[in-house]
C-alpha cells in the first residue's frame, strides 16, 4: 500500500522554467512533510520542509504548497537549472508505534535541459 | 568530515552468499535506519533502531538482519544472497529534533 503518492515519474523542463512535482497522502497522522533531493551515486538530502500549520514554505528557489483539506503537497522549483536536475521524493513522517518512520513518494526524475 | 558513512560502495557477490555492509555516523543521532532503493528508485524502509528499540518492516526476509555493536553503528547483514536482493542499500540516521541523513549508498550486486 503506497500512502504517499507522487507524480510525474518524470518530467522535463527547460532552463528558467518552473517545474512542479506534486504528491498525495492518505494517513491524517502525518505531521512533517519534507522534499528530499538525490544525485546519481549520492543519498537523498533534505531539500525543504513543511508541517501541516502552513500552506507555504520557500526557500530560495524551492517552495512548497500544502493543502491540509486535500491531503496534498506539490514543490515547485523556480528559474529551474540544469543543476536542478535530479530525483526529487516527497516524503511523510508520522509517529508509528513508538518510532517516527519517513514514507517516500516514488520519486520524479528531474531534467532541466540548458 | 562524511557524516552517515557505509562501506563498500560497491559489492558484487555470488548467490547463496553472506555479505555485510557497515554503517557509521557521527551526527550523535540516537536513531539508525536501513533503506533499500530499487532500480526504479523506490526507497522502502527496512529497518529502525536505536538503543531501545528495533522496528523491522515485516515485508523483509529474515535472511536480513541489522546488528549495532554501538549507538554510532548499525551493519547490515544478509544471507543467502538472492539475485532480487541486489538494490542499493541506504544507512541513514535521525534525531528526534534532526532531519534524517543518509549515507551514499552501497551498490549490491548478486549475480
Known amino acids: 500500500q503506497q500512502q504517499v503518492k507522487q507524480s510525474p515519474q518524470s518530467l522535463i523542463v527547460q532552463k528558467g522554467g518552473i517545474s512542479i512535482i506534486n504528491c498525495a497522502y492518505e494517513?491524517?497522522?502525518?505531521?512533517?512533510f519534507p522534499w528530499y533531493q538525490q544525485f546519481p551515486g549520492k543519498g537523498p538530502a533534505l531539500l525543504i520542509a513543511?508541517?501541516?500549520?502552513?500552506s507555504e514554505k520557500k526557500e530560495g528557489r524551492f517552495t512548497i504548497s500544502f493543502n491540509k483539506s486535500a491531503k496534498q503537497f506539490s514543490l515547485h522549483i523556480m528559474d529551474s537549472q540544469p543543476g536542478d536536475s535530479a530525483t526529487y521524493f516527497c516524503?511523510?513522517?508520522?509517529?508509528?508505534?513508538?518510532?517516527?518512520?519517513?514514507?517516500f513518494g516514488s520519486g520524479t526524475q528531474l531534467t532541466v535541459l540548458p | 568530515d562524511t557524516a552517515v558513512s557505509q562501506t563498500p560502495k560497491y559489492l558484487v557477490t555470488q548467490m547463496g552468499n553472506d555479505k555485510s555492509i557497515k554503517c557509521e555516523q557521527n551526527?550523535?543521532?540516537?536513531?539508525m535506519y536501513w533503506y533499500k532503493q530499487d532500480s526504479k528508485k523506490f526507497l522502502k524502509i527496512m529497518f529502525s533502531?536505536?538503543?531501545?528499540?528495533?522496528?523491522i518492516n515485516e515485508t523483509v526476509p529474515n535472511r536480513f538482519s541489522p546488528k549495532s555493536p554501538d549507538k554510532a553503528h548499525l551493519n547490515l547483514h544478509i544471507n543467502s544472497l538472492e539475485l532480487g536482493d541486489s538494490a542499493v542499500y541506504f544507512c541513514?540516521?535521525?534525531?528526534?529534533?534532526?532531519?534524517?541523513?543518509f549515507g551514499n549508498g552501497t551498490r549490491l550486486t548478486v549475480t
Open positions: 541513514a540516521s535521525r534525531s528526534r529534533l534532526a532531519p534524517l541523513h
Open positions: 494517513n491524517t497522522a502525518f505531521d512533517y
Open positions: 516524503a511523510a513522517l508520522a509517529v508509528s508505534g513508538s518510532a517516527r518512520q519517513l514514507t
Open positions: 551526527l550523535g543521532h540516537d536513531t
Open positions: 513543511i508541517r501541516p500549520d502552513v
Open positions: 533502531y536505536n538503543n531501545k528499540e528495533l522496528i
